[in-house]
């Protein structure tokens, strides 16, 4: 429109008489070494930036992913660029009632892009004002039934203790006082205590948040149809797991 003649992407403008990008990434600031008019890193043999926002991928996530499947489960996954294909788990979504497979899939077919990684800091904006960076601590294993006495109102068995994880939602629809640092949603998984069963419990009670986020329900603690929305997942991962609860 008005004579621009240039393609419009959503994230920035393309001018296909140059075949350049005729303004910055918006997102550059993520890539201080790579040029902020490039595509793919400059490498779009190698890369598909299928959404415009992302060059990483987290490596730990998905091996955390695979690590809460079902024993069994004929699933291999496909990322460009870290961008999960969803095509490359639908046949066993569609041969299997494993509610975490069902998540995953759920999450990498809606348009909302989420991005997902393990980390030991926590950063967020803050009242939407300012970035703040917030060092977890690490979750630890703890059995119940072997530091309390019986007879206790207390759980008993093996368990985990402490946070795995936040989920963070755009300024613009989340509910703060945290929100993301883009207009993604971002998952932040502790990974402090380096236990890949943590983390992967820790994926299963976040990505229970964003499904609901992502049906237009709520989605925050505290609320009992949200608690036990995300406690039926955890307690699943739990069992598969080895722990009591």
């Known amino acids: 429109m008005h004579g621009l003649d240039t393609y419009d992407y959503g994230a920035r403008q393309h001018d296909p008489i140059l075949a350049r990008w005729d303004r910055m990434d918006p997102l550059c600031e993520k890539y201080y070494n790579i040029s902020p008019y490039v ?33 069994g489960s004929h699933v291999h996954m496909r990322f460009n660029n870290g961008v999960l294909d969803p095509s490359s ?17 759920e999450i990498a077919i809606n348009p909302q892009m989420v991005e997902m990684k393990i980390t030991d800091v926590n950063t967020y904006i803050m009242d939407g004002k300012y970035i703040q960076d917030e060092t977890w601590t690490a979750p630890y294993d703890i059995d119940y039934s072997k530091e309390f006495p019986l007879g206790l109102d ?25 929100f993301s640092t883009n207009n993604n ?20 009670h976040e990505f229970g948040h964003v499904i609901l986020f992502l049906r237009g329900k709520k989605y925050s603690h505290p609320n009992h149809d949200v608690d036990s929305f995300i406690n039926r997942r955890v307690n699943i991962l739990k069992k598969r797991l080895g722990y009591d609860n």
């Open 154 to 178: 207390m759980p008993s068995g093996l368990t985990i203790s402490g946070n795995t994880g936040q989920t963070l939602f755009p300024l613009n629809v989340g509910k703060g006082p945290k």
């Open 185 to 204: 949603i971002q998952i932040n998984i502790n990974g402090k205590s380096r236990n890949i069963n943590h983390q992967t419990i820790g994926i299963g």
């Open 39 to 71: 595509y793919c890193a400059n490498n779009p043999v190698k890369y598909i930036d299928e959404h415009g926002d992302s060059l990483t991928i987290d490596e730990q996530s998905v091996l955390a992913i695979y690590n809460g499947l079902e024993d």
């Open 89 to 105: 788990i639908s046949d066993a979504v569609s041969n299997s009632e494993d509610i975490f497979l069902q998540d995953l899939y």
